[in-house]
């Protein structure tokens, strides 16, 4: 369990990133300072920048807030699991479709600026790394088996891709509705972006599929070692 430091901790980082959204629905991009966000979130400047080093940080961590959550459901999945089936657990455990609800506002809004659109990639980019980084935790686990260097690098990379494609996607159609379904729409998408990693981007028929995690998990391969090739390298 975390200590009474550590909630403390994690409170004051999500106040800070609370304030920081409500400051950019409220008065747009650009258009408020490290010392608005501190004030709106009760905390001093200092206290601020022991936590993020600019506004665009702060405004950057309600994406990682998301992804960071996908990334503790992936770890809590048995190390034998596919890979890519973990990933898409992962965004099935997150259950509540208002759990994209902010990484879904902070997309929307960035749509129409260059300079959110850039700290959104940032963030997405933080997660390809943390994605590689957890892999090898579960790899040195499994008996000394490592991970070949450009599976694990691809296969991340193309995890985020699949994750922006869906983001893409609900945004299209939805035009950044924040309705619980809409919401719901996207949390499907993301989960659908992983099944279609996982089977290879078998071409889909046109008839509506009930919950595919049974069909994904005898399409992925497990993970598997550089003296191994995987069906998951095409």
């Given amino acids: 369990m975390p200590s009474r430091r550590e909630l403390n901790k994690a409170a004051t980082r999500q106040a ?3 304030a920081a ?3 950019l629905r409220s008065n747009g991009p650009g258009n408020f300072t490290v010392e608005d966000i501190a004030d709106a979130a009760g905390i001093s400047r200092r206290t601020f920048f022991n936590y993020f080093g600019s506004t665009e940080a702060a405004i950057a961590a309600v994406t990682f807030g998301f992804l960071d959550k996908a990334l503790q459901q992936f770890r809590l999945r048995p190390a034998g699991e596919p890979f890519l089936e973990s990933a898409r657990a992962a965004l099935v455990e997150l259950a509540d479709p208002m759990t994209v609800a902010p990484l879904a506002e902070l997309y929307s809004l960035g749509q129409a600026n ?4 850039r700290s959104e990639l940032e963030a997405w980019d933080h997660c390809t790394a943390q994605i590689i980084a957890a892999a090898r935790e579960r790899s040195s686990g499994g008996a000394g088996v490592e991970l070949d260097e450009l599976y694990l690098r691809a296969l991340a990379g193309s995890v985020i891709s699949c994750g922006k494609a869906a983001m893409d996607v609900w945004f299209a159609r939805r035009g950044g ?3 619980p379904e809409s919401l719901s729409s996207l949390r499907q998408l993301l989960i659908d972006s992983m099944s279609l990693l996982g089977t290879g981007f078998a071409r889909p028929d046109n008839t509506p599929q009930a919950d595919t995690s049974a069909a994904t998990q005898a399409t992925i391969p497990a993970d598997t070692s550089t003296a191994t090739p995987s069906p998951d390298r095409h």
């Avoid at 260059?114 to 659109?117: G, M, V, W």
């Fill in 21 to 23: 959204l409500a400051l």
């Fill in 16 to 18: 800070i990133t609370d």
């Fill in 177 to 179: 509705s924040l309705t």
């Fill in 114 to 117: 260059p300079q959110l659109s």
